[in-house]
């Protein structure tokens, strides 16, 4: 059974460094992996999308990089703004049919001015 | 990209009684799911939702509690029957394309169960 975790829970940084968000999963045998951004109370907005086949996404500020054989994804978000603030969560697709998803914990980021 | 609508958005409910959640989507769509999640918790698949047929749910959801229809490929609703302070959750409607694309979330729909 996959199981995603996310590490660290919570992150507090000041405006303007540099995030690393931490995303492990247990069985590589995976077919993409999704990183979303989620504001308090709502929905999913979906960032970045990597394939099995691919290392690394980028998207503006955005940079996702993939290690499938290590089990293993990072999130880096580069001069953090106060708008960056929400709960990042990664999600993995599993190589068998269908798109279900499995969802690790999320890390919740705060970016303080 | 798909745009997808919940409503409500929110509702407070009684326990015992059962809540009716819908699912639009602006295209048609091949696979439409269910997410629950709890409060500090992350997300939860409780069942895809099969356009004509029944929907296949996840070991620890049954039809009998979370009855789905999906009468076409745009359309899906959720219902929560019987509620307790439990099923209070945020419940989250998503949609995929088949191959690897990207899956889209709803806005959720926030239910407290008094």
């Known amino acids: 059974k996959q199981e995603v975790t996310q590490i660290p829970a919570a992150l507090s940084v000041p405006e303007g460094e540099n995030l690393v968000l931490n995303c492990s999963f247990t069985?590589?045998?995976?077919?993409?992996l999704q990183w979303f951004r989620q504001d308090p109370g709502k929905g999913l907005t979906s960032l970045l999308l990597?394939?099995?086949?691919?290392r690394e996404q980028t998207s503006g500020r955005l940079n996702a990089s993939l290690d499938k054989s290590s089990g293993r994804s990072t999130l880096y978000i580069a001069a953090s703004q106060p708008g960056d603030s929400a709960t990042y969560l990664c999600?993995?697709?599993?190589?068998?049919?269908?798109?279900?998803?499995?969802f690790g914990g999320g890390t919740r980021v705060l970016v303080k001015p | 990209s798909a745009v997808i609508s919940q409503k409500p958005s929110r509702d407070i409910c009684q326990r015992g009684t059962s809540l009716t959640i819908q699912c639009q989507v602006d295209?048609?769509?091949?696979?439409m799911f269910w997410y629950r999640q709890q409060p500090g918790q992350s997300l939860t698949l409780i069942a895809t939702?099969?356009?004509?047929?029944?929907?296949?749910?996840e070991s620890g959801f049954v039809i009998d509690k979370f009855p789905i229809s999906r009468p076409n490929l745009t359309f899906s609703t959720l219902t929560v029957s019987n509620m307790s302070p439990e099923d209070s959750s945020i419940y989250l409607c998503?949609?995929?394309?088949?191959?690897?694309?990207?899956?889209?979330f709803g806005p959720g729909t926030r239910l407290t169960v008094l």
């Open positions: 998503s949609v995929g394309t088949g191959g690897a694309d990207t899956q889209y």
């Open positions: 069985d590589s045998a995976i077919y993409n």
């Open positions: 990597i394939q099995s086949s691919q």
């Open positions: 999600a993995v697709r599993p190589a068998a049919a269908g798109n279900k998803l499995t």
């Open positions: 295209s048609q769509v091949t696979m």
């Open positions: 939702a099969n356009q004509g047929s029944e929907a296949t749910y």
